[in-house]
């Protein structure tokens, strides 16, 4: 794996990202009630913090869960909500050191359909079937990851030419495109919650 993504729209989390597995899933791990850019940024913040140039499943999984909360919870706090992300991350790289010894990249390589990669990613701590999606989108879009019908697999994510999540920022440009689907898709949400309680 050695793309340019542009997630953290900060070229050296960015530069992480592209050529980590791990730190993708990570980064995927973080995207969740904090804006994006934040929430991609934070694998490049965790190995700067670690005193490394790359994230280490065997190491994170090993590390003593109060030391490696704080960790995250330093300013610039990782995430909004640092103790529980970081208890996360923690059971994700546990997780991919005893069934993939620690090799993040085995989660996707010679699988053969998009409905084995969608299943291998649902069974990954933290992961509900919108974030294994997303994060299969991305796989094909940009990572070059392209199981047979990983588009279908990968549900409205996968279409070609939307603008609907991280699989589809390519720059600042998509990355306001997405910004904006996900203010009407939230907005259509309170539309119908409000017709549907008066």
């Known amino acids: 794996m050695d793309v340019t993504l542009h997630l953290a729209q900060d070229p050296e989390a960015d530069a992480l990202l592209g050529r980590s597995p791990l730190a993708a899933l990570v980064g995927m791990l973080l995207d969740q009630q904090v804006p994006m850019e ?8 965790i190995a700067d ?4 140039d790359d994230l280490d499943a ?13 960790l995250l919870s330093e300013k610039p706090a990782v995430h909004r909500y640092p103790g529980s992300m970081a208890k996360r991350i ?20 010679g699988i053969g359909t998009g409905t084995e990669l969608l299943a291998r990613l649902e069974e990954l701590p933290g992961f509900g079937k919108q974030k294994a999606q997303i994060f299969l989108a991305l ?11 990983w588009q279908q697999a990968a549900g409205a994510y996968g279409e070609s030419g939307s603008f609907r999540s991280v699989a589809d920022i390519t720059g600042p440009e ?23 309680g008066s």
């Open 174 to 196: 998509s990355l306001a495109k997405v910004r904006a689907h996900k203010q009407e898709m939230k907005a259509a949400a309170k539309a119908r919650k409000q017709a549907s």
């Open 58 to 70: 065997h190491e994170i999984a090993a590390q003593d869960p109060e030391a490696f909360a704080a």
């Open 49 to 52: 913090r670690l005193g490394a």
């Open 90 to 109: 923690q059971q994700l790289c546990q997780y991919l050191v005893e069934h993939h010894d620690g090799d993040a990249s085995a989660v996707w390589e």
């Open 139 to 149: 796989l094909g879009k940009q990572l070059g990851v392209r199981p047979t019908g």
């Open 38 to 45: 934040w929430a991609f940024k934070g694998p490049r913040t």
